[in-house]
């Protein structure tokens, strides 16, 4: 198993361009999340979802949407980027099942200039 | 969600046992404890996770007190590798799963060789 998987690795983007940020997991995990953190701060929950068709706001969402169509995937796209929303973003998925732990991709470092 | 409270850095000689503390006062009886790691920029990791008894598995114990207060992670035997931000989380299972894991700042662990 490849376990989650984030493309693009790093990105650099204008003020008010836009972008999709992918996120995979190959592990049919009903459960899966995006956070964000910023240098030197623990990580903030953006959107989560807990199926295919269901999505949900976390902590921060604002500047952000989801959608998730598969299983598989849920992307993260950022509309009118602001400087704001430079952050190193982490795609993370689970069973859902009570106890069970979040795995989580290797991220998608973003600066927004 | 009650909050957590830990050491921002803690070193600890390569070989031995590495404790890490966690406050959670305000914890409330359905709350679990868990424990993540973040090494450098990667994704954070689970390590271990608890309710009301002590767990051990192939990485790390979690001690809780009877009170559930607070909690020690131990890493019996430190290597250079467990260098990391450690994370203690207190997440309340809801039905719609554990979409709300809150991470604070960490204790940042350095393995002295």
């Known amino acids: 198993n490849a376990g989650v998987t984030q493309t693009p690795k790093f990105r650099i983007l204008k003020i008010g361009q836009s972008m999709t940020l992918q996120c995979t997991q190959d592990?049919?995990?009903?459960?899966m999340y995006w956070y964000r953190q910023d240098p030197g701060m623990g990580l903030k929950l953006i959107y989560y979802?807990?199926?295919?068709?269901?999505?949900d706001k976390g902590e921060v969402p604002n500047g952000y949407n989801v959608s998730r169509s598969t299983t598989e995937d849920f992307p993260l796209r950022l509309e009118l980027a602001a400087p704001s929303q430079t952050s190193v973003y982490f795609c993370?998925?689970?069973?859902?099942?009570?106890?069970?732990?979040?795995?989580f991709g290797p991220g998608t470092r973003l600066t927004v200039l | 969600d009650a909050k957590t409270t830990q050491p921002p850095s803690m070193d600890c000689a390569e070989g031995r046992a590495a404790n890490l503390p966690c406050n959670h006062s305000t914890i409330s009886g359905n709350e679990y404890v868990y424990w993540y790691r973040q090494i450098h920029s990667q994704g954070p990791q689970y390590i271990i996770h608890?309710?009301?008894n002590n767990e051990t598995n192939e990485m790390a114990s979690l001690i809780i007190t009877e009170d559930r207060k607070s909690s020690t992670l131990i890493l019996p035997h430190a290597t250079l590798r467990d260098t990391a931000v450690y994370y203690c989380i207190v997440n309340l299972w809801s039905n719609f799963g554990n979409e709300k894991l809150t991470f604070g700042t960490g204790t940042r662990l350095t393995i002295i060789p």
């Open positions: 979802s807990v199926g295919a068709g269901i999505t």
């Open positions: 993370a998925s689970s069973k859902g099942v009570a106890g069970n732990e979040q795995f």
């Open positions: 608890g309710l009301k």
């Open positions: 592990m049919n995990h009903n459960y």
